[in-house]
């Protein structure tokens, strides 16, 4: 008898007894998930805040420190006084430019320190004398220097001016206002103030003073104003 052939198997058929075997799925993650991006956030993190407290804690002795001098040294302000004004020369006359004021004076300004232990270190410090109509009559300048606490100090400021006016009125009025002592005046103090203990000396401020005005009959009659002490915008008449 002859053997049976196997019947073949038709195209595309799959035998029920081989398990199906699936490709690896690949699973799509979001582009915000990043595992070493979320680790260098974490690190970055961690390094603000760490940043933020040193900071912080900095202010903190700073702020203190500031309040502890404050309530140890009480510290002042200096007090400005328009001393003295003294004119060796004053002149207006006529140039191919206009009028202009020749002028040459000495203007002495008191400085006091009130404070108890503090002394005040000044730096370069810088007069403006302006008269009538904001002419210009003489500038000076000094050195820094340190005045000791409960002290006082006149500083002679020397200035020069050769100023030109603008119109003849402007030279006829200052020129009267000279003869007959009526002329207005007012001095523009510009410097740097910080405060020292022994050996030791703080940054130094900008400060602005203004003196003034007064006419000159008044100064030459012992009249000595307080100036104010222009600071952090802030305006002392005290």
């Known amino acids: 008898m002859s053997q049976m052939q196997p019947l073949k198997k038709p195209p595309g058929f799959k035998d029920p007894t081989i398990p ?3 490709p690896p799925r690949k699973v799509n993650l979001p582009p915000s998930f990043n595992p070493q991006k979320k680790k260098n956030r974490s690190c970055c993190c961690r390094c603000f805040c760490c940043c933020f407290l040193i900071i912080l804690i900095l202010l903190l002795l700073v702020v203190s420190a500031c309040g502890l ?7 002042k302000l200096p007090v400005f006084h328009l001393r003295s004004l003294e004119f060796t020369k004053f002149n207006v006359s006529g140039s191919q430019d206009g009028q202009r004021l020749n002028a040459q004076s000495a203007l002495g300004v008191e400085l006091k320190n009130p404070n108890v232990e503090l002394k005040i270190v000044y730096g370069d410090t810088r007069v403006d004398l ?7 009559m003489g500038a000076g300048e000094v050195v820094g220097f340190v005045l000791e606490n409960r002290k006082v100090k006149v500083v002679k400021f020397v200035m020069k001016s050769n100023e030109l006016l603008y119109g003849d009125s402007i030279g006829k009025l200052i020129m009267n206002g000279f003869k007959n002592k009526n002329l207005r005046v007012s001095a523009d103090v510009s410097t740097a103030i910080g405060v020292g203990y022994k050996g030791w000396k703080s940054w130094k401020i900008r400060v602005k003073v203004s003196c003034g005005s007064l006419r000159l009959k008044q100064i030459e009659n012992g009249a000595t104003p307080k100036c104010g002490i222009t600071l952090f915008n802030w305006f002392d008449l005290n």
């Open 20 to 22: 199906i075997q699936m």
């Open 69 to 75: 001098f404050y309530l140890w040294f009480d510290p």
């Open 130 to 136: 302006k008269g009538e109509n904001d002419v210009n």
